[in-house]
């Protein structure tokens, strides 16, 4: 979360001040207000045609008021809208599974002779949710036990990587819906190298890894490609690139180049053992290398963005555009480079799927993994350690929701709804500020700032 | 002051909304606990669990998915027995899945359909204790403890074909498919062959659109889940004259099924073929254009492999179903009964018992090797 309090781009701010300095009197005079919603939404009255990535997730940002305390910023910032998201999307999913559940209803009509019974099956799910994603304490051996966290990292890797890639194009100002089709780029390309080539061990992992994000990051610099050249629009493009990249593998996979020898199935032949993630922890976890590689692709993206010249433009792009062209920055050529970049990151996904968990290639071999990726990097507000953690958050409820549904026959769309209740909540932080009493109140400008925001920062703090 | 008045008004209301809530749950929550020592009724209880993975198809699929899924209640109910079930959502949800379901302690995991193929026999190599079942796949290398449960369907398609060249009064029919992949083509193969052999027998030249066995290409949906492109297509085909067309498309049948209702409605007569379960029962809204069914009873089959693993008689010889078990079969004509000719039903017999005799082969590349 370090990069959250690093220096926003100097250049396009300063030139924005600039151009309109009255805008920058308000923002002072009532901190408060801008500090909660996090980001300035800059149209330039009008002018340019607002985002179309959520504001939260955006590069711009300003630091907070002179007059907040820390508890303050904390209790109203960001980072804590996640977390209340996440709960409160846990509470109504507890209630969802409650309401919907036979056996709730059955107990709770003798709730006051037994209420141990009711609370039992209202928990049962949840338990079951941590018992598959973090400890599995009724297993019967230290592997048994342990099988769960592994499932959880293994699970969460894709995530991890495709997410890097959704976040670092929302911190260019670009909406990536794209991290679908480019997944099952790089692992097209990763794949057939995969099984088709036959190298030493070490090389031939390296070469299908190459391979996967020059195949994502070709499939994402189209996409770059055509919005700097011709302003078409991303979203647009990389909806429509993922029909395209879906239906070019399912097409293939009846091909005699990608088909498995002797079948007539949609499937593609196992990759060389060279060529697929060694396992961390032995044959009985699923546990492989492709995790390290995530961990490394996330302090890449965290060096890229905060330390870098190109990721500086990156931020300063996505900021304002205008500025950043004003300020010399080349847009076009940030454009098309963020665009293969975040291509690359969710190649990487691909390939640790088809080299680390999956070891062939199927029509499925991407899941929903590129849309997940997008709700992760809303999570992470678009950090690389933020979609880190909600990449591990996401991979513990697909790996707990096998073993929910197993246990107590909860339905798995579950785990979906959960997820689209954090979305919800991420995309209006002011109900999930109003729910817990967080709303920043409004001072009149005659009113002495500092110790009225102090009051209420306090106030706020304790309530919750 | 004004503003805090509020806030106390806020507050009492919701303690109001509180009390209101506290009653409801006095009211509702006052009866009495069930004793623990609970009398079980009807067969008796067992320990040991039968579990089942579907594929990304899920359990509500109307297709085999779905008809699995009914075998496996079935077996509760008769076997008395425990049973689990996973959706997997997912190619990538198979494997931890399966995983889970041995993790669970189950005695017999049955899984469904050829995706799964990889996944099933990488679990059950690792775990030689626990039993499976495969439901439309079989893999020669699979290892011992893996029953494949496979269908011979274009035994059952045939006499579909015959049935449908007889009745046909344009001379013409059709079939799509889902998806070019053996478990369909099986049925379109069969229907060719079907048509192909009245053709020869009776002299005639009732063409079949849609399919080539020669070629093995013909028309597909591309998918289990555009029900509208299965309208478009089916229109195609009876703008082109046909007027029995049979969906091998799952759920996709149901587009098929609605566009020759419209049809009908307008004074075109032309019938459906269904496939997989009695479209009769499974698809009623269809039921007065649907002559008949290629049915595979996957529900007893389920069954019959549950039962014999509980009874400890496990074997990994593939159960292949075919006219002869019953595994396939021609549904019933129910309500266009009085469409289909006695001679035609007499014939329908006779070519069964030929085809269980061995003295009419079926071939199809896509059959199941025995």
């Given at each position: ?52 990535v959520?504001?939260?997730s ?101 995530l991890i990587c495709a997410g890097l890639g959704v976040a670092l194009a929302f911190r260019?100002?670009l909406f990536n819906i794209g991290a679908q089709?480019q997944i ?36 994402g ?17 990389t ?62 993206v ?40 975040a291509g690359?990151l969710a190649?990487?996904a ?19 993994i590129g849309f997940d990726a997008i709700t992760v990097a809303l999570l992470g507000?678009s950090?690389?350690?933020?979609t880190?953690?909600a990449g ?73 | ?370």
């Amino acid at each position: 979360m370090s990069e959250k309090t690093t220096p926003e781009p100097a250049a396009p701010a300063g030139k924005h001040a600039a151009k309109e300095p009255a805008a920058d009197s308000p923002m002072q005079a009532s901190p408060v207000e801008d500090v909660a919603s996090g980001v300035v939404i800059d149209t330039a009255g009008g002018n340019i045609p607002p985002s179309a990535v959520p504001s939260s997730s955006q590069s711009g940002s300003i630091r907070p008021g002179p007059g907040d305390s820390l508890l303050r910023q904390i209790f109203t910032g960001n980072a804590m809208v996640s977390l209340l998201s996440v709960v409160l999307a846990i509470v109504l999913g507890g209630i969802l599974m409650a309401v919907t559940n036979p056996k709730v209803a059955a107990t709770a009509g003798y709730f006051f002779a037994q209420p141990g019974d009711l609370l039992t099956e209202v928990f049962r799910p949840y338990a079951a949710l941590v018992q598959g994603s973090i400890f599995n304490w009724a297993g019967t051996d230290t592997a048994a036990q342990l099988y769960p966290i592994t499932e959880t990292l293994t699970v969460s890797t894709p995530l991890i990587c495709a997410g890097l890639g959704v976040a670092l194009a929302f911190r260019a100002g670009l909406f990536n819906i794209g991290a679908q089709g480019q997944i099952i780029f790089g692992a097209l390309f990763g794949a057939y190298i995969g099984f088709t080539w036959h190298l030493p061990v070490g090389l031939h992992l390296l070469v299908v890894i190459v391979a996967g994000l020059i195949g994502g990051a070709v499939w994402g610099g189209v996409v770059g490609l055509l919005k700097a050249r011709t302003g078409a629009h991303e979203v647009i493009v990389t909806i429509m690139l993922n029909y395209i990249a879906n239906f070019l593998l399912l097409f293939l996979l009846t091909t005699p180049a990608f088909q498995r020898k002797g079948s007539t199935n949609p499937i593609s032949p196992f990759l060389d053992q060279n060529a697929l993630f060694p396992e961390l922890l032995g044959p009985q976890f699923r546990l492989h290398a492709g995790f390290l590689v995530a961990v490394l692709a996330t302090a890449f993206v965290w060096w890229l963005l905060n330390r870098s010249t190109v990721g500086f433009e990156f931020r300063a792009v996505g900021a304002n555009a205008s500025a950043a062209q004003t300020a010399g920055i080349n847009v076009a050529r940030s454009t098309i480079l963020v665009m293969a970049i975040a291509g690359a990151l969710a190649g990487l996904a691909g390939i640790t799927q088809v080299s680390g968990t999956e070891k062939y290639l199927s029509g499925g071999v991407a899941a929903s993994i590129g849309f997940d990726a997008i709700t992760v990097a809303l999570l992470g507000r678009s950090t690389p350690w933020g979609t880190f953690f909600a990449g591990l958050l996401f991979g513990a409820f697909r790996a707990g929701g096998v073993a929910m549904q197993a246990q107590t026959q909860t339905p798995i769309d579950i785990v979906l709804v959960i997820q689209s209740l954090i979305v919800l909540f991420i995309a209006a932080p002011p109900l999930v500020r109003a729910i817990f009493g967080l709303n920043p109140r409004k001072k009149k400008p005659t009113q002495g700032g500092t110790a009225g925001s102090k009051a209420s920062g306090v106030k706020s703090g304790a309530a919750a | 002051m004004k503003k805090s008045l509020r806030a106390n008004f806020k507050r009492g209301s919701m303690a109001g909304v509180a009390t209101v809530g506290a009653t409801a749950l006095l009211l509702t929550g006052c009866g009495a606990a069930p004793s623990s020592s609970g009398s079980s009724s009807g067969a008796a209880k067992s320990d040991y669990t039968a579990c089942m993975v579907s594929d990304s198809g899920g359990f509500d699929d109307k297709s085999f998915n779905q008809s699995g899924y009914e075998g496996l209640q079935q077996s509760v109910k008769d076997l008395g027995i425990q049973e689990k079930h996973v959706q997997s959502k997912a190619d990538t949800d198979y494997d931890p899945n399966l995983r889970s379901m041995v993790q669970q302690g189950c005695k017999l995991t049955v899984t469904v359909g050829f995706l799964l193929g990889d996944a099933t026999k990488a679990i059950a190599t690792a775990n030689p204790n626990s039993h499976f079942a495969i439901i439309d796949y079989n893999d020669p290398t699979f290892p011992k403890n893996v029953k494949p449960i496979v269908y011979d369907t274009a035994q059952a398609a045939f006499l579909a074909g015959y049935l449908a060249a007889g009745t046909s009064k344009t001379g013409k029919v059709a079939t799509f498919g889902g998806v070019n992949i053996p478990t369909v083509t099986i049925f379109m193969d069969g229907f060719s062959d079907g048509v192909k052999y009245y053709n020869q027998k009776k002299g005639k030249n009732v063409q079949l659109i849609g399919w080539d066995k020669d070629k093995q290409d013909g028309t597909f949906v591309g998918d289990f889940k555009q029900v509208d492109k299965g309208k478009v297509l089916t229109q195609g085909f009876l703008d082109q004259g046909a007027d029995i067309v049979l969906p091998v498309a799952g759920p996709v049948g149901a587009g098929a099924g609605s566009a020759i209702l419209e049809a009908k409605a307008k004074g075109t007569d032309a019938k459906l073929i269904w496939v997989d379960s009695d479209g009769y029962v499974t698809a009623p809204d269809y039921k007065s254009v649907i002559l008949s069914s290629v049915q595979k009873t996957m529900a007893t089959a389920v069954e019959t492999v549950i039962k014999d693993d509980k009874d400890s008689k496990f074997d990994a010889t593939p159960y292949v179903g075919t006219l002869e078990n019953g595994g396939v079969a021609l549904a019933p004509f129910h309500d266009l009964d009085p469409a289909v000719p006695a001679d035609m039903k007499s014939e329908l017999d006779q070519l069964k018992k030929d085809i269980v005799s061995g003295t009419v082969k079926v071939e199809s590349k896509s059959s199941p090797t025995k």
